[in-house]
């Protein structure tokens, strides 16, 4: 009787096992259709959102210049802006350096933007003299996208303002807005359907540039080559875009396909090694959409794409912006100069922003509208890129720049274009740093995914059910395992004790 009770003993132990196992296997499967349908969410809905720096410093600028945080060249900070919101930062400056700072405004994904609104920058003196100051505007494309404006104080410019050492000013402020209007509330991107209550992510990067040893012209280079060259050829190699200068991706010569397309109301940011006396070309081509290759079906999208240029410190040099009526269709930088030191002294935008060697940084907008017409997409996109001439010596800077390396290109950065290393050799433009500073003042404490308010909605758009799960998961194996310890010395403790070990070696988590 003894031996029959074992036997059906163990019938029953491994009964209940096989219904706790079954438990278990049906919360793995719904784990794992979870996951499934979270991550099919997220690649059939909106556009990633923009990827800030990992080591960006939280601070909170000031409505007024008393209290202003001060910034730490070489360094990346995370803000924010909300509607008519105008906000004070500090630089100390001293006599012989030439300061960048940019700030790019990330509104959130869906937000309804008019195309005069923007961000504005502005660098004050102490007595609340203008050293210079851009907006950059959401445009044509009335598609809410990362903008990015930037200002200066650059020794030379004026003989009278901005010249000498001290303190000195950053203001950012909100420009454009418009009174919201009623009856075109429904529409994305109408004249006056501005959703500017909610506030704008902000990034500011800061680059302190040293003077020159030995001073020369101050007159720009009359003479350079500006006929469009022979578009690049070739089979495409296949490149991911990123989804911000710190994350955009490393691209040289040649023809450029990006993995998966672009999708309306995204931005993807790509970036290319340009060195002292080489001239950068691009071509941006659009890709036909599905079932509308004669153009006719869908209608025509006035201002689809947008493709901006942006120099190593994250200064605007210039912009293109075609339509779409989905046939193939491309958008083409002006010829632009070579790369040289005199370049910061002409009067155009575009000549002046080819002032640096280093990383420029091409950013790519599709407009939200497309979508209106063509469908979500993805839609083809090809970059044809051109870096003209060979490396030339640079200037002999008195000091180094901060952050190190951001004005010149390595073989490394050469290696990594080739490659597609977002990283890039390091040159990265004002991205590095830790998330703290001794020589940066902040009025905020680092803050993580807590303090993202995308980060947020995905958590609780797609945390909340898998989490559930996981503790039901996690609930069911500590009852099965108690159970099984229970039963396992009378149906022989060696060998269970060897499983059990076993398990925990593959599976548990390290202390």
């Given at each position: 009787m003894g031996g029959v009770r074992g036997y059906d003993e163990g019938w029953r132990v491994m009964g209940r096992r096989t219904v706790w196992w079954r438990a278990l296997a049906a919360v793995g499967a719904a784990l794992c259709a979870t996951a499934t349908l979270t991550a099919g969410a997220t690649a059939a809905g909106t556009p990633d959102p923009y990827a800030y720096a990992e080591d960006a410093t939280r601070v909170d600028g000031m409505p007024s210049t008393t209290g202003a945080v001060r910034l730490a060249p070489g360094k990346t900070y995370r803000s924010s802006l909300r509607e008519g919101g105008k906000l004070y930062y500090r630089l100390e400056l001293g006599a012989g350096a030439n300061a960048y700072v940019s700030?790019?405004?990330?509104?959130?994904?869906?937000?309804?933007?008019?195309?005069?609104?923007?961000?504005?920058?502005?660098v004050q003196d102490a007595d609340g003299h203008r050293c210079s100051s851009e907006t950059a505007r959401f445009g044509p494309t009335r598609s809410p996208h990362p903008v990015t404006a930037w200002a200066s104080r650059q020794i030379g410019s004026d003989p009278y303002?901005?010249?000498?050492?001290?303190?000195?000013?950053?203001?950012?402020e909100r420009v454009g807005t418009v009174t919201p209007d009623r009856s075109t509330q429904g529409t994305q991107g109408t004249q006056g359907s501005s959703d500017g209550g909610e506030a704008w992510g902000l990034e500011l990067g800061y680059v302190l540039?040293?003077?020159?040893?030995?001073?020369?012209?101050?007159?720009?280079?009359?003479?350079?080559?500006?006929?469009?060259?022979?578009?690049?050829?070739?089979?495409?190699?296949?490149?991911?875009?990123?989804?911000?200068?710190?994350?955009?991706?490393?691209?040289?010569?040649?023809?450029?396909?990006?993995t998966d397309g672009i999708r309306a109301g995204q931005t993807l940011y790509y970036k290319v090694p340009v060195d002292w006396g080489q001239q950068l070309y691009v071509t941006a081509e659009l890709g036909s959409a599905d079932g509308n290759d004669d153009g006719n079906d869908n209608g025509y999208v006035g201002n689809a794409l947008v493709m901006s240029l942006y120099n190593p410190v994250r200064g605007s040099v210039d912009d293109a912006t075609i339509g779409y009526n989905g046939r193939q269709t491309s958008a083409d930088l002006d010829p632009l100069?070579?790369?040289?030191?005199?370049?910061?002294?002409?009067?155009?935008?575009?000549?002046?922003?080819?002032r640096?060697?280093?990383?420029?940084?091409?950013?790519?907008?599709?407009?939200?509208?497309?979508?209106?017409?063509?469908?979500?997409?993805?839609?083809?996109?090809?970059?044809?890129?051109?870096?003209?001439?060979?490396?030339a010596e640079g200037p002999d800077y008195l000091d180094a720049p901060e952050p190190r390396g951001v004005f010149e290109i390595t073989a490394e950065d050469r290696k990594a274009a080739e490659s597609g290393s977002v990283?890039?050799?390091?040159?990265?433009?004002?991205?590095?740093?830790?998330?703290?500073?001794?020589?940066?003042?902040?009025?905020?404490?680092?803050?993580?995914i807590a303090a993202d308010p995308i980060a947020m909605k995905l958590v609780a758009a797609g945390g909340i059910g898998t989490g559930s799960l996981l503790l039901l998961w996690l609930g069911l194996w500590t009852v099965v395992a108690r159970r099984r310890a229970a039963v396992v010395p009378a149906a022989g403790q060696g060998v269970a004790m060897t499983k059990r070990g076993r398990g925990r070696g593959r599976g548990a988590p390290r202390g």
């Open positions: 700030a790019t405004a990330v509104p959130d994904l869906g937000t309804a933007v008019a195309s005069a609104e923007g961000v504005k920058v502005t303002m901005c010249q000498e050492a001290g303190t000195y000013y950053v203001l950012v540039e040293p003077v020159v040893k030995q001073a020369g012209s101050t007159s720009p280079p009359e003479a350079w080559n500006s006929a469009s060259p022979e578009a690049v050829t070739g089979d495409a190699r296949r490149r991911k875009g990123g989804t911000s200068f710190t994350t955009a991706s490393a691209v040289a010569q040649g023809v450029w396909e990006d100069p070579p790369v040289r030191y005199d370049n910061r002294f002409a009067a155009d935008g575009e000549t002046s922003g080819m640096f060697a280093g990383w420029y940084y091409l950013a790519v907008h599709l407009g939200a509208p497309v979508a209106d017409r063509f469908g979500d997409g993805p839609l083809g996109l090809t970059l044809r890129v051109r870096v003209a001439g060979s490396a990283d890039g050799g390091g040159s990265g433009g004002g991205t590095e740093g830790g998330t703290g500073s001794a020589d940066a003042e902040t009025t905020g404490n680092t803050q993580g």
